[in-house]
């Protein structure tokens, strides 16, 4: 008997070590354990995928952020998410557009598949808002207005993938109808959706210029969101698959098709099998191919937040297909034509513009709007610097610590942006890149009232045309 009762309790610590050790193990590397019992790490039981993707522009010049979003709605969807749980913000102006040699067809890449069929229309045209974005994220149905009304009603255990594609700026993500999303709301509505308890972990994928700058010195770790970025907090990102490039777009295509990040995750999970790749080793890959094979034209790819859940699989939040993988092979170390992002735009048009016939009135406009959109642009630029100028002269500028938020009093900062935008006119998304300036202004104690009159007197003579923020509205 004292043997057998040995023998028991022997067997029940061990049994108790065992399954002191599978928890750990589960907490440290979820997807490895479920793979153990032959699992492709799917929600399990009652577990939804949820995923939100938005395209934050308008217009055919930046034909490639809508193409980027359908794409992402094509690997989700092909992966097993349903349509009610898929929330699209998209302008929707683009499939239709004149200029389109393909009506009725958006293709993000080269020889790419149609990516326009069968995507939700949830949030179009002027429902692509960032109080529609913020309130879709915290299933708030009541605070929506226009678009489909679908929002993430998300439950406690349930997973959140989150693609936004756009401009950006310093603390700043470009919204085509209505104020910028500025970092500190966006933080604070994450912060609010963790508070609610209404899901388990959060990944978000962010194309933008400075778009660490959205995250860096502002996102807790503890939030269980991970974040990648298209680039650091100071770099702008890139468009490719653009005239002229190499590879190039088919005839007839005279705008850029893709952004160098999105296509590279996106490209990535079309051609892995995403049970079992881990966020981290897309990350790794998108990150080297991002960077563009060590080039100037390239961007540093960054992570933030909860870095454990990189771990997870990619199918935990994309889906899988085992064994439908139709695309060519990822390639990491091939070099991409490249515009930066600001500048593609004007890209396009000049490309459009020398192949129109000489003297043709199309051609005319067209050298004439792009010509209206540069002056705007040297506009910003010198009102900026003179403003600066004024404002700090030749003191020593306070600058903030790497790794830092872009501002503490994001009040001021945005006051700033509108007090700039009441003289100056709208900063687009070309003048997004100045907010760092505006941040250096309220991180040196600039108040309100002398941003008014430097901006004043800077501007006064300014005939806005355009860009009238009283037309276009105001980015803050």
């Not at 459009?352 to 010509?371: P, V, W």
């Not at 009093?409 to 007090?419: A, F, I, N, Q, Y």
């Not at 600039?446 to 806005?464: G, I, L, Q, R």
Request: one cysteine or more; hydrophobic letters at 35%.
């Amino acid at each position: 008997m004292f043997n057998m009762m040995n023998w028991t309790m022997s067997f029940q610590l061990k049994l108790l070590l065992l399954i002191v050790l599978v928890v750990q193990y589960s907490k440290a590397t979820r997807p490895s354990l479920f793979h153990l019992f032959g699992s492709t790490n799917e929600p399990q039981g009652d577990s939804t995928t949820w995923a939100v993707l938005v395209a934050g522009s308008n217009g055919y010049d930046n034909y490639r952020h809508q193409a980027d979003v359908c794409h992402a709605y094509q690997i989700l969807k092909r992966g097993g998410l349903k349509d009610e749980n898929i929330i699209v913000f998209m302008y929707d102006d683009i499939a239709n557009d004149p200029s389109n040699p393909r009506p009725g067809v958006i293709i993000n890449s080269p020889n790419g598949p149609d990516v326009y069929a069968g995507v939700p229309k949830d949030y179009t045209g002027e429902s692509v808002t960032t109080d529609n974005f913020f309130a879709v994220l915290l299933g708030n149905e009541t605070a929506v207005q226009g678009g489909s009304g679908k929002v993430v009603a998300s439950k406690p255990d349930d997973k959140i993938f989150v693609y936004f594609t756009d401009h950006g700026g310093p603390g700043i993500l470009c919204m085509p109808t209505g104020p910028f999303i500025y970092a500190n709301d966006f933080i604070k509505v994450l912060e609010t959706k963790h508070a609610m308890g209404t899901y388990d972990e959060m990944v978000i994928y962010v194309e933008a210029c400075e778009s660490g700058s959205i995250f860096e010195g502002l996102l807790p770790a503890d939030l269980n969101i991970y974040v990648t970025t298209a680039s650091n907090a100071n770099e702008s990102s890139w468009g490719t698959y653009c005239p002229d490039m190499s590879p190039p777009p088919p005839p007839g295509f005279d705008t850029c098709l893709g952004d160098l990040y999105s296509i590279s995750w996106m490209e990535d999970s079309d051609s892995e099998d995403l049970r079992h790749e881990t966020l981290e080793e897309q990350y790794l890959k998108v990150k080297m191919r991002t960077y563009n094979n060590h080039s100037s034209e390239g961007s540093h790819v960054m992570q933030y937040g909860t870095l454990g859940i990189s771990k997870e699989t990619v199918s935990v939040y994309q889906g899988s297909t085992p064994g439908s993988f139709s695309a060519k092979p990822f390639q990491s170390s091939d070099s991409m034509g490249v515009v930066n992002q600001r500048d593609a735009d004007l890209y396009s048009m000049w490309k459009r513009y020398k192949k129109l016939t000489e003297e043709s009135q199309q051609k005319e406009e067209l050298f004439n709007k792009i010509k209206e959109i540069t002056a705007h642009r040297a506009h910003l630029d010198g009102s900026v610097d003179m403003i600066k100028g004024y404002l700090l002269g030749n003191e020593l500028v306070s600058v903030r610590d790497e790794g830092s938020a872009l501002v503490d009093d994001w009040g001021c900062l945005k006051s700033m942006v509108r007090t700039f935008e009441k003289y100056c006119g709208s900063l687009t998304q070309y003048g997004m890149k100045h907010t760092r300036t505006f941040a250096n202004l309220c991180n040196n104690g600039v108040n309100n009232k002398a941003m008014d009159e430097a901006t004043k007197h800077t501007c006064s003579s300014y005939k806005m045309g355009r860009w009238n923020p009283a037309i276009v509205g105001y980015s803050a």
